[in-house]
């Protein structure tokens, strides 16, 4: 599994679980590359903000209750006069109620 | 007797009559044409309006570029991230200004629909970007302009477009049903005369015209299918408001064209809200 980061979250020993590109999509560290504190010094000086590392706990690395989950799925419901027809538009309904649901502690 | 609230070919001619793009953009796009123009000379045009310069600067050094704390002068912004792209913030500067005196109408606030329009703008380059698009011109701004004819409407016809939306609430449809049934006439088809008016290029000309349906006469354009889906998903994640209150469906088609790995919004998502939030205050306080 992996996992989004910020950058300043980052410590050694965390493994890439995405590439880190620059602005030509030309690669920077590869996936697999383990953070070491040289690396994490280079992607601050590269402005790197988040991270994608490999890691056992959720995608979502905020636990929302299931009952704000709910209101989240319902309030998007009722806007959605379809339904997902493949993993992708099941995977952004999903990040679309993660979305909904950070507001409610901002 | 016909049921639409306004003639479709006064409309069309009001369309006509709209201003023109302030004269650093056309005399922008002459020094753009000659190729033997050189970095210092745009930069000389550019440095002439302060405001906006220092607005370019400012985006140039954002979370959209990469390049962060950076770019010092224009002609470093320039070179970063070149003179399309330069050319492309400096259009959507002047078209957000252009319709700062759009006011609002009941629920129809710009201010909303140009934090949607931003939204779309970000998660098109984005999806361009991880759909492996090298030259990423245009994504950023087709995305930023593709509901101007939204705005044009209200600018010309508050009154019937607070219909139109109210409409739209009460049958559960797309605006721009509601618009070909009330007007006769969508904001696609009037953003895009308007694109024609400004000489805008016909990548974004396109996105503005066909990004409801994805497709121009179902044929697949990179650039189009990508501002179709980003709009979707600017509208799920509750970017701004674009005055629609249905999720429109997807061009399943354009998903398999597209091609994004596995989880693709599970693992972008955050990065895509916090974008959005730091471009949000660079493009839209004109003031500063």
Same mark, same amino acid.
């Given at each position: 599994?992996?996992?989004?980061?910020?950058?300043?979250?980052?410590?050694?020993?965390?493994?890439?679980? &995405?590439?880190?590109?620059?602005?030509?999509?030309? /690669?920077?560290?590869?996936?697999?590359? /383990?953070?070491?504190?040289?690396?994490?010094?280079?992607?601050? /000086?590269?402005?790197?903000?988040?991270?994608?590392?490999?890691? &056992?706990?959720?995608?979502?690395?905020? &636990?929302?209750?299931?009952?704000?989950?709910?209101?989240?799925?319902?309030?998007?419901?009722?806007?959605?006069?379809?339904?997902?027809?493949?993993?992708?538009?099941?995977?952004?309904?999903?990040?679309?109620?993660?979305?909904?649901? /950070? &507001?409610?502690?901002? | 007797? +016909?049921?639409?609230?306004?003639?479709?070919?006064?409309?069309?001619?009001?369309?006509?009559?709209?201003?023109?793009?302030?004269?650093?953009?056309?005399?922008? @796009?002459?020094? @753009?044409?000659?190729?033997?123009?050189?970095?210092?000379?745009?930069?000389?045009?550019?440095?002439?309006?302060?405001?906006?310069?220092?607005?370019?600067?400012?985006?140039?050094?954002?979370?959209?570029?990469? %390049?962060?704390?950076?770019?010092?002068?224009?002609?470093?912004?320039?070179?970063?991230?070149?003179?399309?792209? $330069?050319?492309?913030?400096?259009?959507?500067?002047?078209?957000?200004?252009?319709?700062?005196?759009?006011?609002?109408? =009941?629920?129809? =606030?710009? $201010?909303?629909?140009?934090?949607? +329009?931003?939204?779309?703008?970000?998660?098109?380059?984005?999806?361009?970007?991880?759909?492996?698009?090298?030259?990423?011109?245009?994504?950023?701004?087709?995305?930023?302009?593709?509901?101007?004819?939204?705005?044009?409407?209200?600018?010309?016809?508050?009154?019937?477009?607070?219909?139109?939306?109210?409409?739209?609430? *009460?049958?559960?449809?797309?605006?721009?049903?509601?618009?070909?049934?009330? %007007?006769?006439?969508?904001?696609?088809?009037?953003?895009? @005369?308007?694109?024609?008016?400004?000489?805008?290029?016909?990548?974004?000309? =396109?996105?503005?015209?066909?990004?409801?349906?994805?497709?121009?006469?179902?044929?697949?354009?990179? %650039?189009?299918?990508?501002?179709?889906?980003? *709009?979707?998903?600017? *509208?799920?994640?509750?970017?701004?408001? +674009?005055?629609?209150?249905?999720?429109?469906?997807?061009?399943?088609?354009?998903?398999?064209?597209?091609?994004?790995?596995?989880?693709?919004?599970? =693992?972008?998502?955050?990065?895509?809200?916090?974008?959005?939030?730091?471009?949000?205050?660079?493009?839209? *306080?004109?003031?500063?």
């Amino acid at each position: 599994m992996r996992k989004m980061i910020k950058l300043e979250d980052a410590v050694e020993g965390m493994v890439l679980a &995405e590439p880190i590109l620059n602005n030509f999509n030309q /690669t920077l560290l590869a996936v697999g590359v /383990t953070l070491d504190l040289e690396k994490i010094k280079i992607l601050r /000086t590269w402005n790197i903000k988040l991270l994608s590392i490999k890691s &056992e706990d959720s995608d979502y690395d905020l &636990e929302f209750s299931p009952e704000i989950l709910a209101i989240c799925q319902n309030m998007l419901e009722r806007r959605m006069l379809w339904n997902p027809r493949n993993e992708i538009e099941f995977d952004l309904i999903q990040s679309a109620i993660y979305v909904s649901a /950070t &507001e409610f502690y901002e | 007797m +016909s049921s639409r609230l306004v003639n479709s070919n006064e409309l069309i001619n009001k369309v006509r009559e709209f201003p023109t793009l302030p004269t650093i953009y056309s005399s922008l @796009m002459d020094l @753009m044409q000659n190729p033997r123009t050189t970095s210092i000379e745009l930069a000389h045009l550019l440095t002439q309006d302060q405001a906006s310069s220092a607005k370019l600067l400012k985006i140039a050094n954002s979370a959209i570029y990469g %390049l962060q704390g950076r770019i010092n002068t224009v002609s470093q912004a320039i070179l970063y991230i070149g003179f399309d792209e $330069v050319k492309n913030i400096v259009t959507a500067l002047t078209i957000i200004k252009l319709f700062n005196t759009v006011h609002s109408r =009941n629920e129809i =606030n710009p $201010v909303d629909l140009w934090k949607h +329009s931003i939204g779309v703008g970000i998660i098109t380059r984005q999806i361009g970007k991880s759909s492996g698009v090298r030259n990423l011109e245009n994504y950023f701004l087709s995305g930023i302009l593709h509901d101007l004819g939204k705005l044009v409407f209200l600018k010309m016809i508050p009154t019937e477009y607070s219909q139109v939306m109210e409409y739209s609430i *009460n049958n559960k449809v797309t605006i721009r049903e509601a618009e070909t049934k009330l %007007l006769g006439i969508t904001h696609t088809v009037i953003g895009e @005369m308007l694109t024609e008016k400004w000489r805008l290029p016909n990548s974004i000309k =396109n996105a503005i015209r066909y990004h409801t349906t994805g497709m121009i006469d179902n044929t697949f354009d990179h %650039l189009v299918g990508t501002v179709h889906i980003a *709009n979707i998903v600017a *509208n799920m994640y509750g970017m701004g408001y +674009s005055w629609e209150n249905i999720v429109p469906e997807p061009n399943v088609e354009i998903w398999d064209k597209l091609n994004l790995p596995d989880k693709y919004f599970t =693992n972008n998502y955050k990065y895509i809200t916090m974008e959005f939030d730091e471009s949000l205050s660079l493009l839209l *306080n004109l003031r500063q």
